[in-house]
């Protein structure tokens, strides 16, 4: 057990340098003169600028790591990139995880149901890649729906700048919120009792929330489906029925043969969730990484670096979710061995 945890410990170590390589590349790619801009003064010894090419990427790497990418001078925020990175990652982690896990939950029992009731979804072929698009078209149409026609929802803040009054709550400009004491809004405030705050929040949080886990659902629910329809035609099952298998134990067997399949697929599933974030987050003004990436990038000259660690933390999240699914399913083999 201990071999297969130090071999996936090499494997995303191998990642994670292979990735700090192509980003160093990318920034290499981009004039000196911008990205001087980005760091300010003391980039030549930030990054390293009068060594040579191969210890400059050790500088970057450190800088990656440390936090240490110069300042942003983007719409939603001025200042130290970490700084606002620090300040989005908790709203970011909670938009993410509410909304996966609602997404997995909705579209598992779905799927059973209709592939089970259906029999024949196995025919069902499905794509993945479409569903990226199915995320801005689904932000959209809600924005138009809602904020267009009927002149309610997505508020301009994640919540009203009124509520800045309150000593937990910091404002700091353009919609960035700072609380207290978990720095999630949503929690907060419960924690502080203040219900006004908690209801303006889920206005904001409900569109955004229902634009990213509607797609997922959908790609769920028809994978997942056609997985138990498969299982369910399979000849074992039918000889079990023949023989009167009680309807709870063939549900039984098809859970027990169909969740190691779905651990593997919500690998890309997740990736292009992330995806989906970064595009709902801009669509709604939502208060997270996502929103800061796209910001950082339209303001090319004063948020490069920014969008360049956006995107690497972002992706050492997926890197740890994926990490999370390597030892899950190795240690099922290894149960199974």
Known sequence: MFN???KIIIKYTGIFISITILFFIIMKLIPENIIIKNYGVGAYTNL???YPFFIQYFYFLYDLVAGNMGNVNIKIYTGNTFN???ILLPETLEFIIISFLASLAISYKLGLYIGIKYKNTNKINVNIFPFLVLYLITGLIFLTIFNGLLGILPFEYIISSRFSDYSWIR???YGIFITRPTDIILFDSIINGNYSVLISY????IMPF???IIPSTIYLTMYISRLTSTEYNKDYLKIGFIRGLYENDY???IKGNINFEIIHELRPVFILFIGGMIIISYIYSYMNIGEFIVYSFLSYNGGFMGAIYGIFILIVIVLIFNFIIDLIIRGKKYVLH
């Open 251 to 253: 549900i039984k067997h």
């Open 202 to 205: 889920i206005k904001s949080f």
């Open 84 to 86: 606002i990175i620090r």
């Open 4 to 6: 297969n945890i130090l």
């Open 48 to 50: 390293g600028l009068k």
């Open 171 to 173: 404002y700091t400009g």
């Open 210 to 212: 229902m634009a990213l």
